[in-house]
């Protein structure tokens, strides 16, 4: 069992930064991979990030150059840095995470509506509101 607790959301003006975390409630060093996905009311949830073992990343197109995720092993911590930010990034947004396969790859199955399906844990969210 894998406990994530999401923390960082916060209300912010279009153009302006946040960093979302996401605190692990085990040893994470290159055993997990993780995933930010986010949901607005009325809309589907999409995948926005994907960081598959230990350092490979894939982005959803409309926060490419503008989104960053990482991870820090000592502190089993993970990170969506948010840059940029637009009106259209209000979401809650949510961090999800799976053992990680190395015979297999995340990456490219950010777009596939089985994406979300493929993570069994899943923290409770926090909100992001951009304004203009």
């Known amino acids: 069992q894998v406990d994530l607790v999401e923390s960082g959301g916060d209300s912010a003006q279009a153009g302006g930064s946040l960093r979302l975390s996401c605190a692990a409630s085990?040893?994470?060093?290159?055993?997990?991979?993780f995933a930010w996905f986010r949901q607005d009311s009325g809309k589907e949830r999409e995948g926005v990030a994907v960081?598959?073992?230990?350092?490979?990343?894939n982005y959803a197109d409309s926060v490419k150059g503008r989104f960053t995720i990482s991870k820090d092993n000592a502190k089993n911590t993970v990170y969506l840095q948010m840059n940029s930010l637009k009106p259209e990034d209000t979401a809650m947004y949510f961090c999800?995470?799976?053992?990680?396969?190395?015979?297999?790859?995340?990456?490219?199955?950010?777009?596939?509506?089985?994406?979300?399906?493929?993570?069994?844990?899943w923290g409770r969210g926090t909100q992001v509101t951009v304004s203009s």
């Open positions: 085990v040893d994470i060093l290159n055993r997990y991979s």
């Open positions: 999800a995470a799976v053992l990680y396969n190395p015979k297999t790859s995340l990456l490219a199955g950010l777009y596939a509506p089985t994406f979300a399906s493929r993570f069994p844990y």
């Open positions: 960081i598959d073992g230990p350092r490979y990343t």
